[in-house]
């Protein structure tokens, strides 16, 4: 603290500052963090900061980011550098997102493809963030979200993945519809999905869901036959990526209930869920995913009596073990 | 029924034979006979009389007219006797045939005229004996043998009167069965109550075409008509009096006396021509209710006028008559009788009488015992059971600290707006009145939707016309209906004091939807000019902003988006439900004086006016699997009530937890846990559990942290262990744990009580953190917690807790209307979309020195001083608690140095929350928690509190600081950050903290020397400092009151005193004990006591 004040003090103290006593370092540290919102630290000052010690406390070079793109373009070059260097990950984060609107259309995806680099996940999603936000979007924006679906970390491929496709909605059990959350529903009955006549494509070219292969109509006469509750390794397909399940069933009549959810016991290890051509939703929570049970409202999709499509888009990152690995089933719910 | 005691005694005749006599024959007839007598004259032997047995003791066989109908005995538990109703009987007992083999009871040979052709009436007297009834039926007259249709021919002929259990004890029904050769007919009565030993008359007419009478005691107790039909048909049976004729038998236990049979419908009159009714009085009265009466009916039971003089009530509560006059045929006359009620609290018996011109007495004696209740302190805070009870179980509330539960329920079934029928109104009366004989006071709960039927009649409408099973309550006829079931309530029941609150619509907005008709369209055009938006899922939580073209990149909408706008008004106004409330709220207040909520309030996104215009708002939440919950809940109602600027926040902890939640059920095939608690053993197939005894104590102080002016709690069941073994249900609320109900009792008897008018009075303290719920984000990112405390909108406000800090929930209209001076910090979590003023508004905070904590959503306009990135629960309730306590360390570290709070602990599980003008109270809290042996075998929560110990350091040099809770003052220590103090807290519990300038030197007692009975006499309390400068803060101050027999008297109780003084006006009921009277305070922060006597004369 004390070399932070030492160097704080040099830096900024100047004007009418300098002449305030120094009750102690902690307070010291409080008014100078003013004085830079304030504009009233000096050009030097602010320059200083960009290669001052990572002992300066990171809200002081937050704080003064934010002063500096006030000065706009001519702001640029300093801030590309606090983005690209600063120690602290939220003040690059920071000088990435202030910098960005002063960049000309040009400039932004160089940029942008630049700080992705970046070691700090957040770093990364406000890199995404920000080239998908480009309209329209140039081609290496494009590709640094392509990019970014792969990666490892899942805050990032998320962001990417939202940015790349419209099929976001989280899956959400029927037991969160907001007129039984205050209900204990209890599953009244069972109806499993068979583990076998499933239909399986995989999709490393990523392109099923621009080619409807979630339509209900689609023809998947020349999809491979495999089955579920295994992983699909066991079905002889040794990869990974993005491949889809379809499964056309037969219900019975509808049962007395309330509602109905599709519950799936895990799939490994993100999910998208398609019923009769309808996006229910997707479980896409990273690699944790693998083992989580979790259920979709089937919103009156389901055809009683009648033929249904399933269709289920599964990713897996990188690993020996894919796939809808473990039972589905329809649960119907009754309200007690 | 009312627990007054009726007492018989008429004209001066005493004792049952003098009953008896004046009550023979009183008139059932048509034509009055003379009382004392029994059938006589023509109506023991007219024309229309077709036979007549009174069974004399000189021929107990005989007819009384002299016709040859002479009857045997059959059976040998049969007999004559003289112990009659007038003399005579027939007596039949089971002593010596018991059971159905043999035939009881008189016969008569077949004989034409008792076959009449028209019309005819069986009537008799029947005294039940002590083991009546000897099986389901009990045959009083016989002439028909088999029950019901019988195809054979000659079995549908004649009749046959019989006694019918009802199911319940002393209650029967009388049955006819009239043959009409093909076909009988079965009639029933009401259901009748008969005692054995009582005599009663009962009696069944037949006019001959198809009208069916039951009487008892001359009181019609049913009627129906069968379509069609004429005169019985004829049989050739003999007749049987007290058995069935044959097959199975069938006897009455007991004696008849009097059996007559007329050829024609006799219309009977009530037994007493006049009659006093207190059924629609209240028995219960606070002390020094105004207005206070009983409600007194006085009827005439003839069709004649009557002449009354005057209505008598003698007691102790004073003697008065009331002037009445004459009484048209049939015509009640209800008097309001006032009553003293400046007696002290006690039960009072009063004695009413009805008494002729000339003093004669012309009803029953009545006696009815009232009860005056102390009067409510005016300072408590209310505990609220929100749930119904009924007999032992509404004074086990009142016994546990209970002050009100819900007297006034509506089902889905009620019609709206008079949802409840006359007789159903009484009863809700007697119940609220009962409640209030043994202290309890009541709350209503009523909705125009919560009524199936009204709901499926006004429905909203989709884009299509299709009706969305969701109440319109946008439809001004709704809102009107809304508003006239106000009045029904206030009209109903405004004038009973102790129906104080009522609910109205609890739960209805969860199913709320846009809606589409013409109405609804034009409604929306009329408001904002503009056209209904295309909304893609037509939801009422709003549309993604994915889902929006052109929706802006950095995710800054101005404030007439479309789409916001339409959202907004929805909210506010648009579907109906806020102005809905509103209507009823004015509904009630027409005819009554009712505090007006509405729940749960904060179940709707962040925009105000949830609720309408209604006194208090409230929210209910459940404690897993964190407490603190119930604080954010509190914290968001306490903006919502703010916003509206008229309703004040109250709060409610469920006592029920789903079982899913705490301790599922394991799934087929799953071997239950080993170390599963007893009570999964015991109810294996609970669906609900009782919150564990530290969580509710940790509820209790956190829901009393944020500004409150009443507590509730749901589950009844799940809190109070059963007296008596139960028959178990899984969906029902059974108590898993009896240590939440001691926890409960002891909470009220050390915390709510005592410090309950302290705590209500305190205001706020300003907050320097500010914690945004943005309702744009809400509708257009599907954010909010909705008022249930999950997800990471709510985690990110319990790791600012943990890191020491105190925010206030600040809404969008919060910023626009107060700005956000004053703050220092500003949470953003979860606002992934914000509008441009709102943006501005942030962005001159932060230039300011304001510092944003936002998380990885947040709006890309703003850049966060710090980033707290979201945490996705594992549902492992330790490690979950653990990861939001290291964000929490990290939060604290790098706001360190820029933020210091006014007060810190060393211990993150002890929270703290400043209350108070200048932040001069101090809650503390005990949040340390683990696994228990009740749910903890499942790890999805830490039920048992843990002991807790924390430095305390508060920015108030020089202050003397006293724990309200231990009435003790504290060690302190000056420190350069502030006034230092250790804190030692048991598991689940707190402490309310208050710093005195100046230490508390004495609690100074003054007031009269003497002060009569039926006067007041006015007492000062004031709490000084050692120069006798009073102490200017709320105190809590506990006064006991004496009387000269030491017992304590009504206005004993929990108070405060305000800057230091409580003025105490004591009034002394003018039939208190004269003598030494004594008042003892207790002062809450330093424990001083002062006493004085007085003496009352």
Known sequence: MRLTFAVLGALLIAGPLSAHPLPNAEEELRRQRLAILQGQASDEALEALRSAPSSVPPLIRRAAVRTIARKGKEAIPLLKDFALKDPDALTRRTAIRLLVPLLSESEKAPFLTAVYRDEDEQVRTAALEEAAAMTPRPEDAERLLKEGQHDPSTLVSQTALQALWTFNEEVQSARLRPEFRDHQLEVVASIPLAETQWRFQTDPREVGHLEDWMGEDLDDSDWHRIGIAKPWQDFGHQYSGVAWYRYRFELPQQPAGDAADLAFQAVDESAWVWLNGHFLGGHDIGPEGYNTPFATDTQARLKWGEENVLVVRVRKRSGAHAGIWKPVQIEILKKN | ?1097
């Open chain 2, 1 to 1097: 029924m009312k627990s007054f005691t009726v007492f018989k005694k008429l004209a001066g005749i005493a004792g049952i034979a003098g009953l008896v006599s004046l009550l023979a024959g009183a008139a059932f007839a048509v034509e009055e006979v003379a009382p004392g007598q029994p059938y006589s004259g023509d109506a023991a032997s007219g024309e229309n009389v077709v036979a007549l047995w009174q069974f004399p003791p000189d021929g107990p066989a005989l007819e009384s007219s002299g016709k040859p109908f002479r009857l045997e005995i059959r059976g040998r538990d049969t007999r004559f006797t003289d112990e009659g109703r007038f003399g005579g009987a027939l007596e039949i007992t089971h002593e010596r045939e018991p059971g159905r083999e043999a035939g009881q009871g008189a016969m008569l040979a077949h004989q034409p005229e008792l076959s009449p052709p028209g019309a005819f009436t069986l009537e008799m007297w029947i005294q039940p004996g002590d083991l009546f009834p000897a099986g389901p039926v009990s045959v009083l007259l016989d002439k028909k043998y088999l029950f019901g249709t019988d195809s054979r021919p000659g079995m549908n002929r004649d009749y046959l009167l019989m006694l019918r259990a009802a199911g319940r004890e002393h209650r029967f029904y009388l049955e006819a069965e009239l043959g009409f050769g093909d076909e009988t007919e079965s009639i029933r009565s009401e259901a009748i109550s008969l005692d054995p030993g009582n005599w009663a008359h009962v009696a069944f007419t037949y006019n001959g075409a198809g009208e069916c009478l039951f009487y008892l005691n001359g009181e019609k107790v049913g009627e129906k008509h069968l379509e069609g039909r004429e005169g019985v048909h004829p049989g050739t049976r003999g007749l049987v009096i007290g058995d069935r004729a044959g097959s199975l038998f069938s006897r009455f236990v007991g004696k008849i006396s009097e059996v007559r049979i007329c050829s024609e419908a006799v219309a009977f009159v009530p037994l007493q021509s006049v009659a006093l009714d207190l059924e629609h009085s209240r028995t219960a009265f606070y002390k020094k209710e105004e207005g206070a009466a009983l409600e007194v009916e006085v009827k005439n039971r003839r069709t004649t006028p009557a002449a009354i003089g005057k209505l008598r009530v003698t007691g102790a509560t004073g003697d008065r008559e009331i002037p009445i006059g004459t009484l048209e045929g049939g015509e009640t006359r209800t008097l309001k009788v006032p009553l003293d009620t400046s007696l002290k609290p006690g039960s009072y018996r009063l004695d009413l009488e009805l008494l002729g011109e000339r003093e004669t007495l012309l009803s029953e004696q009545t006696s009815l015992d009232v009860k005056i209740l102390p009067r409510p302190r005016p300072d408590e805070l209310p505990v609220i059971m929100w749930g119904h009870a009924r007999g032992r179980n509404v004074e086990r509330l009142k016994e546990l600290g209970f002050t009100h539960f819900i007297g006034l329920w509506q089902g889905a079934a009620s019609p709206v707006p008079a949802f409840l029928n006359p007789r159903e109104v009484q009863s809700v009366r007697d119940d609220i009145d009962k409640a209030l004989s043994v202290g309890m006071r009541s709350v209503g709960r009523i909705s125009i939707g919560h009524a199936r039927k009204y709901v499926e009649n006004h429905q909203r409408e989709g884009r299509n016309g299709e009706g969305l099973k969701s109440l319109n309550t946008a439809l001004p006829e709704v809102q009107e209906t809304a508003k006239e079931l106000g009045r029904f309530v206030g009209r109903e029941f405004g004038d009973m004091p102790s129906l104080e609150g009522i609910l109205v619509d609890t739960e209805v907005r969860d199913h709320t939807r846009p809606s589409f008709s013409p109405g609804d369209r034009e409604a929306y055009r009329k408001a904002t000019g503009a056209e209904i938006p295309s909304l893609g899922a037509d939801s009422a939580r709003g549309v993604h902003y994915r889902q929006i073209p052109g929706f802006p990149a950095r995710r800054v909408v101005g404030e007439d988006h479309p789409v916001l706008q339409y959202y907004r008004w929805f909210w506010k106004e648009g579907d109906g439900w806020n102005p809905t409330h509103s209507e009823t709220a004015r509904g009630l207040r027409e005819k009554g004086k009712f505090w007006i909520w509405h729940d749960p309030a904060v179940r709707a996104p962040s925009v105000y006016g949830s609720g309408g215009e209604v006194d208090f708002i409230s929210q209910w939440t459940y404690s897993y699997p964190d407490p603190l919950k119930i604080e954010l809940a509190g914290n968001d109602l306490l903006t919502m009530a703010q916003g509206s600027g008229s309703a004040s926040p109250m709060n409610m902890t469920q006592v029920i937890w789903y079982r899913s939640q705490v301790a599922p059920i394991p799934r087929p095939g799953v071997p239950p846990l080993k170390n599963r608690a007893p009570w999964e053993n015991e109810q294996p197939e609970a669906r609900f559990v009782t919150i564990s005894p530290d969580h509710l104590g940790e509820s209790l102080w956190l829901k009393l942290t944020e500004p409150v002016k009443g507590i509730m709690y749901h589950g009844i069941g799940s809190l109070l262990m059963p007296e008596e073994k139960i028959e178990y249900r899984p969906g029902s609320y059974v108590a898993t744990t009896p240590d939440t109900e001691k926890r409960f009792r002891q909470l009220i008897e050390t915390v709510v009580i005592p410090l309950g008018p302290v705590i209500k009075a305190l205001p706020e303290a300003s907050r320097r953190v500010a914690y945004l719920q943005s309702f744009t984000s809400q509708m257009f990112a599907g954010r909010g917690t909705y008022g249930w405390g999950n997800g990471w909108g709510a985690d990110a406000y319990l790791i600012a807790r943990y890191a020491g800090l105190e925010p206030k929930i600040v809404y969008e209209e919060t910023i626009h209307r107060d700005g956000l001076e004053g703050f220092n910090i500003l949470f953003l979590m979860h606002c992934d979309v914000l509008t441009s003023p709102i943006v501005a508004q942030i962005q001159a905070f932060q230039d300011r020195g304001g510092m944003i904590i936002g998380d990885e959503f947040l709006c890309p306009a703003i850049q966060p001083d710090i980033l707290l990135p979201a945490y996705r629960r594992k549902s492992v309730a330790d490690e979950d608690k653990a990861a939001l306590m290291q964000l929490a360390r990290h939060l604290h570290d790098e706001l360190h140095p820029f933020f210091e709070p006014r007060v810190v602990s060393s211990n993150p599980d002890v929270l703290l929350k400043q209350r108070g003008e200048n932040g001069e109270y101090l809650f503390v809290v005990n949040d340390s928690r683990t696994y228990g042996d009740y749910v903890g075998a499942h790890r999805l929560v830490m039920e048992k509190g843990t002991p807790a110990s924390a430095r305390v350091t508060w920015r108030r040099n020089g202050s003397a600081v006293y724990n309200l809770s231990t009435s003790k003052m504290l060690n302190t220590a000056e420190t350069p950050s502030g006034l230092a103090f250790d804190l030692d807290l048991g598991p689940g519990d707190g402490a309310l903290l208050v710093a005195l300038d100046k230490p508390i030197g004495k609690v100074l007692l003054s007031g009269p020397e003497k002060v009569h009975r039926g006067e007041s006499g006015a007492f000062e309390i004031k709490v000084v400092d050692a120069a006798g400068g009073p102490i200017p803060r709320l105190l809590p101050l506990k006064v006991a009151i004496r009387d000269a027999r030491g017992e304590e008297a009504e206005q004993s109780g929990a108070y405060k005193a305000d800057n230091g003084v409580l003025k105490l006006q004591l009034d002394v009921a003018s039939n208190d004990t004269a003598g030494d009277w004594e008042i003892v305070v207790t002062e809450g922060a330093s424990g001083q006591i002062s006493r004085a006597t007085f003496q009352v004369n």
